[in-house]
């Protein structure tokens, strides 16, 4: 079946560091998303990436999407305290609506 | 604005015994699943539904069962509780479609088996 993975599983950075996050899939997926958890929280929706290449930007947040569409990362330059969280890839096969979430990378900030 | 809505938030069940998880949604997505999250392994589909009448199983099925009578409504129900069913529990729903949209999750609900 398809899977998932993320690397690292864990990041501790100073504040202000960058940090990134990479996710790989088994297979080619139509479609990728991010998610953030908060501890103690639920998973919240950051982007959706389509197209092949594809990098979009939130402020400090950079997300790309791999040629064959296998893999992605998510990077957060200058990092703050509210950055602190697990962050979650998920992709989805064509044809098919189900989500398989990514392992996920929990951030720690040093203040 | 409801969203997505979990009970109960937190559950202690002996072996053996059974419980649903209720699961709600106001909408009016088609698409819902429940997940569950253990740490280091991330979140795991057990099961979903296109929409009313549909479901399917994830990744870890086994142990669960799922019925969607209505579009608002997704309970999970744990026939037979075993202490490896010892997890955060979370809802989520989407629109549907040939370009699903992001998934709106609940908050959470948090069961220990003894």
């Known amino acids: 079946g398809q899977q998932v993975m993320q690397i690292p599983q864990y990041q501790h950075v100073q504040e202000g560091e960058d940090f990134t996050t990479y996710c790989n899939s088994s297979t080619t997926l139509s479609n990728i998303q991010w998610y953030k958890q908060r501890p103690g929280g639920h998973p919240v929706f950051l982007i959706q990436?389509?197209?092949?290449?594809e990098v979009k930007k939130q402020k400090r947040l950079t997300f790309q999407f791999g040629e064959a569409k296998k893999n992605s990362s998510l990077h957060i330059t200058a990092t703050q305290t509210t950055d602190v969280g697990t962050y979650f890839c998920a992709g989805r096969v064509f044809g098919n609506e189900k989500l398989t979430f990514g392992t996920g990378t929990r951030l720690t900030i040093i203040p | 604005n409801a969203g997505v809505t979990q009970t109960p938030k937190f559950q202690v069940l002996k072996t053996g015994q059974s419980m649903t998880l209720q699961c709600a949604q106001d909408?009016?997505?088609?698409?819902m699943s429940w997940y569950r999250q253990d740490p280091g392994m991330g979140l795991r589909l057990i099961h979903y539904?296109?929409?009313?009448?549909?479901?399917d199983q994830g990744e870890v099925p086994n142990g669960y069962n799922v019925s969607r009578s209505t579009t608002e409504d997704f309970p999970l129900r744990l026939l037979s509780a075993a202490p490896s069913q010892t997890s955060v529990y979370f809802c989520?729903?989407?629109?549907?479609?040939?370009?699903?949209?992001?998934?709106?999750f609940g908050e959470g609900s948090r069961l220990t088996v003894l």
């Open positions: 990436l389509v197209k092949s290449g």
């Open positions: 539904s296109v929409g009313a009448g549909i479901t």
């Open positions: 989520a729903s989407s629109t549907p479609g040939l370009n699903p949209g992001e998934l709106f």
């Open positions: 909408m009016n997505h088609e698409y």
